[in-house]
């Protein structure tokens, strides 16, 4: 189907369509839809789910209209699903592929960094208050949409199977990168031992996963909840540390300049505590340190492993770019651990 005849599949205001492309597309193809007629100012997003990336997209669709449903009965803003002439949210093409449309937004912006600790503050406060809104969704109903996404352990077991393996012969390369990880796996063992809450969580808390007022910059909702699963809330708040905070981009190789932005820290701390106060407990918030370390070394685990497999997954632009995405995310992680004493301060001083 083209992208006029899968319009034509969802009950929009007018028949006919403008369509652009919206966004990076790293993920889903996404189309700004618009009318042709003056007249018809509404807009919409038509977008395709990636099925490489979503293996089962009715799970990714099913677990998107039942938080939308949640938020709406708590009288929350969410990106509303526009249905289909058949009645569902969804339109399946001939190549199975699933495609949604929804309203969008007008006046909104996205960001693309956080260096301003004002929009640190509303980004923490928008993450926590969704938090906060689907605390008490069913977790039984929603689907883990790529499947062992949250399961630390199995991201060590890889990590040492590639080393076992070692396909591309690129152990001998990144043997001080080996040990320090196999040093800080303790962290994920901390992690399984505090036996925390398993909720539903957003999974990638960066900038761009939120749409700001235009003129105010005012966090006004959370996107992109494909892989919105269950999970432990200390990771939403971790990798809002790790993409909010470091110094450098998190492939530069420049490590004696990476540091942790502390000011920024503190105003995620606080957005964040602020807005999961009602349901946040006290050995979450205890933990909301290792939470940074834990995702930090996830993604150095994540990114070392696909070093050593011959950079299958993450797209690179040189031969050791995963490399040094590696070295990277170890070297914040170091720089979390030398801040440790002042960055727990902040999270006591907002508890």
Known sequence: MSIEELCEQFKLPYDDFHHSLLGEGLINDTYLISSGKA??????????INKVVFNEPDKVMSNLIKINEHLEKKGSD???LIESNNGNLFVIDENYDYWRVTRYLENTKTLFEADDPVIAYEAAKSYGKFLNDIHDINISEIFETIPGFHNYANRISQLNESIKIDNSKRLKFCQKEKEIILDKQKYIFLFYDL????????????????LFDANS????????????????????????VRSFTNTLQEDDPDLSSIDVKSDIFEQLTRGFLESTTPFIIEKETNNLLLGAKLVV???AIRNLTDYLQGDVYYKTNYEDHNLHRAQNQLKLLEMLEYHED??????????
């Open 217 to 240: 910059r005012k966090g006004k909702l959370v996107i992109d909840l494909d892989i919105s699963m269950p999970g432990s809330i200390l990771y939403d708040f971790g990798d809002m």
């Open 297 to 299: 070394l996830i993604q």
């Open 39 to 48: 007249a018809n100012k509404e807009k919409f997003v038509l977008q395709k």
């Open 78 to 80: 969410c990106l509303k």
């Open 342 to 351: 002042k960055l727990q301060k902040m999270i006591d001083k907002y508890r």
């Open 195 to 210: 036996k925390l809450p398993i909720r539903v969580i957003h999974s990638d808390t960066k900038i761009t996963n939120i």
